[in-house]
């Protein structure tokens, strides 16, 4: 597993890149005084009491007797204390009239129609949709299942279960009507919040249809509550009931549950190939307080943002950034619907433009796909109240950093998490931390980690290794739902008293970490080991390519060999581009690095999130089609595109 940098190598010259200091405008002093603060408390009295000063930032309803009971993989944070994760992100606002009449969600759907909510009446359909849901029977601890797209309902629905106890799932809009009958059967739920339909690529997504197919394999499930998004009308089945109807019988008085700390508030179903979703539980104040931290460090949000997270809500980053923690803090937030690129390639920057964004959240393919559309197309749009760009979900390659920064004159930040750590918790702290393209930067407070090798040692600065972490954070997932032995197996054997990610990683000489990826993403060939990311980084360099992305398929002689799939810039050529990517692998890594295919296409396989779905490259080179699970991919087109690529090669 470990590998020492050589001088030459491209990795290495990666890490060897220079900090970029912050720009005078770029620096934020209430950060850098809420940074000190908090440095200063886990310096003298230890994580523990770094997480007590987060928690003062929040809203009790009981004090806690003991901030933290036990470790790996049996622990529990602020035993006794009480609260509600509704009251600290919508009441706890209300309750202040500096803030009940700030707009809390700004909602553009794909069509264009916007809409507006102040935290005041966020607070009175949450309340009314708690009583609805209480109506059909849900209880405290029972599951609710939403399954939305980014609407405002999708908003009073977590909301809503959060006010009462429920615990809530939230699945990909996106879902198949299979792999919505899985977890709605994994998750026992007793409610379905849905819609008749949605607007994805400026067509009707049928919602209400989906969740019908799926309904007879969910035995739990005993009402579908339907929203008519699409104002289509449809006439109702025997156990549904419509949103509107149960919104208007109920009334806007609510209170608030008191939940213990450790409470579940709710479950995500991690995406992947296995047959049996892995719904990772999420505590009530954990998650609540580690979604807080994890905006506070990484946006640093303020009352004159409006921060838009462009990602959608069945990424865990929805929930964390906007869901949760930007209404923990009280921020204007913007919500969008549809894709990034209809009816026009630069909705993107439309969508900044008109409602004077100031700090933007997406994964590093949407900065590749604004790189494609040209400089001439930043600058056609006013985005002068742009503040930050920070993104997540894959590895950030340094051209893609430069030209952002360059183009935007913002801090591109980027962060690093897992959906079972609930947070990103290493990146370079919004207006106070130098940054480095590619890196994570280092750990915020509250977190500690080490690489280590196979045998669980630590590695030197420079040297590969497996990602650990060595201490519990309130903002871990607990448990895995009706599996809380596979929970203890699938993260904590390998390295008995520490969190297994199953990244590899490396850090540098300024002391930077960088994720290189999963641990199964670095490839052996003729024995050498090889980080797809190294190589994917040259790929994405060369100027005739606007995407791509390298994943390691199985050769009878090598054992396992890199191969390219690259998406081309307007007028560039197809042999010319081939021929350049593949030298460039030779010259940057070496002959034993080189790409077996590189394969032209106009579209790569991504979630919603941005995130390239490379498990179904391999699966096409290897085998020449796609039988594997797709149900979190954006737009079934694009498998097309990869498998005529792979034909035509």
């Not at 009251?87 to 759907?109: F, L, Q, S, T, Y």
């Not at 025997?238 to 008085?253: C, I, Q, R, S």
């Not at 089609?625 to 737009?635: A, P, Q, S, V, Y």
């Amino acid at each position: 597993m470990t590998t020492t940098q050589g001088a030459g190598d491209p990795l290495h010259q990666l890490l060897s890149r220079p900090l970029v200091p912050l720009r005078p405008h770029w620096r934020s002093t209430r950060q850098q005084n809420l940074l000190a603060e908090a440095r200063a408390v886990q310096a003298s009295h230890g994580k523990d009491a770094y997480w007590e000063w987060a928690a003062g930032h929040l809203r009790w309803m009981q004090p806690w007797t003991t901030t933290r009971e036990g470790h790996f993989p049996n622990f529990r944070y602020f035993v006794g204390g009480r609260l509600n994760v509704c009251d600290n992100c919508v009441d706890r606002h209300v309750d202040d009239p500096a803030r009940a009449n700030k707009p809390a969600i700004i909602w553009e759907g794909e069509p264009g129609e916007v809409v507006r909510w102040t935290y005041a009446e966020l607070r009175e359909r949450v309340a009314r949709f708690a009583n609805a849901l209480k109506s059909l029977g849900v209880r405290r601890g029972d599951v609710v299942a939403i399954y939305l797209p980014n609407l405002p309902e999708s908003f009073v629905a977590v909301h809503a279960c959060n006010r009462i106890g429920a615990v809530y799932t939230i699945l990909f809009a996106g879902f198949s009507p299979e792999a919505v009958a899985l977890r709605l059967q994994a998750a026992r739920a007793k409610v379905l919040v849905t819609a008749d339909a949605c607007w994805r690529r400026g067509k009707k997504v049928p919602l209400l249809g989906n969740a019908r197919k799926a309904r007879p394999s969910a035995p739990a499930l005993e009402t579908i509550v339907v929203i008519d998004r699409c104002a289509t009308k449809p006439e109702l089945d025997a156990g549904e009931v419509a949103y509107e109807t149960l919104m208007a019988a109920h009334p806007a008085d609510c209170p608030c549950e008191p939940l213990e700390a450790n409470e579940p508030a709710f479950l995500i179903f991690t995406s992947g190939t296995e047959s049996k979703p892995k719904g990772v539980v999420h505590s009530a104040a954990g998650f609540l307080l580690g979604a807080w931290a994890n905006v506070l460090w990484q946006v640093g949000p303020d009352d004159a943002d409006l921060y838009w997270c462009a990602a959608d809500i069945g990424w865990l980053t929805f929930p964390i950034h906007v869901v949760i923690g930007g209404l923990a803090h009280g921020t204007s937030l913007l919500c969008y619907e549809g894709a990034f690129d209809t009816p026009v390639k630069d909705r993107f920057y439309q969508i900044i433009a008109r409602h004077q964004v100031t700090k933007i959240l997406s994964a590093p393919t949407a900065l590749r796909m604004l790189r494609s559309l040209g400089d001439e197309a930043a600058r056609a749009q006013d985005l002068s109240r742009l503040k930050l760009i920070t993104v997540q979900g894959e590895p950030l390659d340094p051209d893609t950093f430069d030209w952002t920064v360059q183009t935007f004159d913002v801090p591109v930040i980027n962060a690093y998490g897992q959906t079972e750590t609930g947070s990103t918790w290493t990146l370079p702290v919004y207006g106070v931390e130098p940054l480095k393209a590619g890196s994570c930067g280092t750990p915020v407070p509250g977190h500690d980690y080490e690489v280590v090798d196979d045998t669980g040692q630590p590695v030197p600065r420079g040297v590969k290794g497996n990602l650990v972490l060595k201490d519990p954070f309130p903002t871990l997932a607990r448990t895995i739902w009706d599996d809380p032995d596979r929970y203890v197996s699938a993260y904590f054997t390998r390295f008995p008293g520490r969190y297994q990610t199953s990244d590899e990683a490396i850090v540098d000489h300024d002391g930077h970490l960088w994720v290189l990826g999963r641990a199964d993403d670095v490839i052996n060939v003729a024995a050498h080991r090889i980080s797809t990311m190294e190589i994917e980084s040259i790929v994405c360099a060369q100027p005739g390519v606007a995407d791509g992305a390298v994943v390691g398929v199985n050769d009878a002689l090598k054992g396992t060999v890199p191969v390219a799939f690259v998406i081309l810039r307007a007028g560039a050529d197809v042999a010319a581009v081939q021929a350049q990517v593949d030298a460039a692998v030779v010259d940057g890594i070496g002959a034993i690095a080189r790409l077996s295919r590189v394969y032209v296409c106009s579209a790569l396989p991504k979630t919603r999130a941005g995130k390239t779905m490379r498990r179904l490259l391999r699966e096409a080179a290897e085998t020449g089609n796609i039988r594997g699970d797709t149900t979190g991919l954006e737009d079934l087109a694009s498998l097309g595109a990869v498998l005529k690529a792979v034909a035509d090669a």
